[in-house]
């Protein structure tokens, strides 16, 4: 790159943990080359290939294939979440020897800090036009879920219905509550049930394609 650098890898990598903190996936290179607010894609990639080939990012195919391997010169404060299972998939059992995995989250995604927090696995299409955050509810993506017995009405909640858990906007009505999909697919029905709904969170964030992500295969620590 010679005298055409003109950023940092310290920059460079400070603004990769800074998309990832807000957005919760790594940036792609158009989403890279604004936060940089440099001119082309090709400088991007170049800055990429300097940090590839110095060792302090990974890269892979896709167009989030990207990931740092050394820390934020900020020092992003994380702490771990542990994966309870998808919806719809049966009982969410959060207990440690019951989990699939942790994933640590910025601090700044878990509010208040003295709440507990697990994310859920989306599987299906029945939210897929619910929005949190502005981020919409679609197959594969993870949903950080705020763990909470019960739940205001208009709240997307995390239920136990006929022993699986279930993703739906929650409307209280006179006697009953209503769970109803925001989708695209006319297939899904509205779910009726009374005032003895088991609530097991609310959803407070969407991490996109988080699902697709995690089960990629592992490129090191």
């Known amino acids: 790159m010679g005298k055409r650098r003109l950023l940092t890898k310290e920059q460079v990598i400070d603004a990769i943990h800074r998309w990832v903190v807000e957005h919760g996936v790594p940036p792609t290179i158009e989403e ?7 001119g082309s894609t090709r400088t991007v990639l170049r800055y990429l290939r300097w940090l590839e080939d ?33 919806a719809p998939a049966g009982q969410l059992m959060t207990a440690e020897q019951n989990i ?9 995604f878990l509010r208040p800090p003295s709440a507990k927090f697990f994310l859920l696995r989306v599987r299906g299409d029945s939210m897929n036009r619910a929005t949190v955050e502005n981020e919409k509810i679609e197959d594969k993506d ?10 205001d009405s208009g709240a997307i909640i995390v239920a136990l219905v006929d022993g699986e858990a279930t993703i739906k906007r929650l409307t209280c009505g006179p006697g009953y509550c209503l769970l109803k999909p925001v989708s695209s ?10 005032k ?26």
């Open 32 to 38: 890279l080359r604004k936060l940089l607010n440099v």
């Open 142 to 151: 993870l949903v950080l879920v705020r763990q909470q017995a019960t739940a």
């Open 54 to 86: 110095e060792g302090d990012i990974e890269r892979w195919v896709g167009a989030r294939g990207l990931r740092a391997l050394k820390s934020s010169s900020k020092g992003v404060e994380t702490k771990a979440v542990p994966i309870a299972g998808q």
């Open 100 to 108: 699939e995995g942790w994933v640590r989250l910025p601090q700044s």
């Open 185 to 194: 697919n006319p297939k899904y029905s509205p779910i009726i049930l009374d």
């Open 196 to 221: 003895d709904l088991v609530v097991q969170g609310v959803v407070c964030r969407v991490l996109k394609q988080g699902s697709e992500l995690l089960s990629l295969p592992e490129h090191g620590e």
